[in-house]
């Protein structure tokens, strides 16, 4: 089964417009960490944001936070004020406890002018 | 500046060579990552080193071969047993791999073509 799903393959915005991409997880541990990436034309992958299982609130960087519904089992992944910069795939991973670091497949978003 | 470097940024391999790709951080990490990224996929752990001199097999780990001799460096051979290795491939760090907030971070990639 897959540990991280991520249904939307490609997502279009308006610049200045927020967006959500999402992402549910699959894990029955108590302990966990979700994880979002985001990797533009050249290939690097860019921390972005992250929220442990235990947290309260949900985790903000910026113009980046993470929608976290424990109980429906998603973290979404909120863009606020989109830029055109903001253009690449974006990538949810899961780490449940000590074990390895799960992708999902990705979502690519395009900002138009 | 600190981080993660990779190279070389573009490899070409003919058939039943070895190649080894470089992966160093000067971030005073413990933990280092190889992973392989195929066109429309996540990525996939091959193998991970928590120490020097110890590393262990990810989930695709079969045609490949790593070392840490140095607690900068985690080098990736590809070696001609690797049926399909044209790839991207990422290298990353991070303080510690045994604890799920630990953050990883990523080098720039390689991507390597098999002529």
């Known amino acids: 089964a897959q540990k991280i799903t991520q249904t939307q393959p490609g997502m279009f915005v308006q610049e200045k417009e927020a967006v959500t991409l999402d992402c549910t997880y699959d894990t029955s541990d108590q302990s966990y960490g979700l994880f979002w990436y985001k990797q533009p034309s050249s290939g690097e992958m860019i921390f972005l944001i992250y929220?442990?299982?235990?947290?309260?609130q949900n985790a903000t960087e910026g113009r980046y936070s993470l929608n976290f519904q424990k109980a429906r089992k998603s973290a979404n992944l909120v863009i606020s004020a989109s830029q055109l910069g903001d253009s690449a795939m974006y990538f949810c991973a899961m780490r449940e406890g000590t074990e390895k670091l799960v992708f999902g497949k990705g979502t690519k978003l395009t900002v138009n002018p | 500046d600190g981080g993660i470097t990779q190279s070389p940024k573009y490899l070409f391999r003919k058939e039943g060579q070895n190649v080894t790709l470089s992966c160093e951080q000067n971030?005073?990490?413990?933990?280092m990552y190889w992973y392989r990224q195929d066109p429309g996929q996540g990525l996939r752990l091959i193998y991970y080193?928590?120490?020097?001199?110890?590393?262990q097999k990810g989930d695709i780990a079969e045609g490949y071969s790593v070392s840490r001799e140095k607690k900068e460096s985690f080098p990736l051979t590809v070696t001609s047993a690797q049926k399909n290795p044209t790839a991207f491939y990422l290298c990353a760090s991070s303080i510690i791999a045994a604890i799920s907030t630990d953050t990883q971070y990523f080098g720039p990639g390689t991507r390597l073509t098999v002529l």
């Open positions: 971030l005073n990490h413990d933990a």
């Open positions: 929220q442990g299982s235990y947290d309260e």
């Open positions: 080193s928590q120490i020097v001199n110890d590393f």
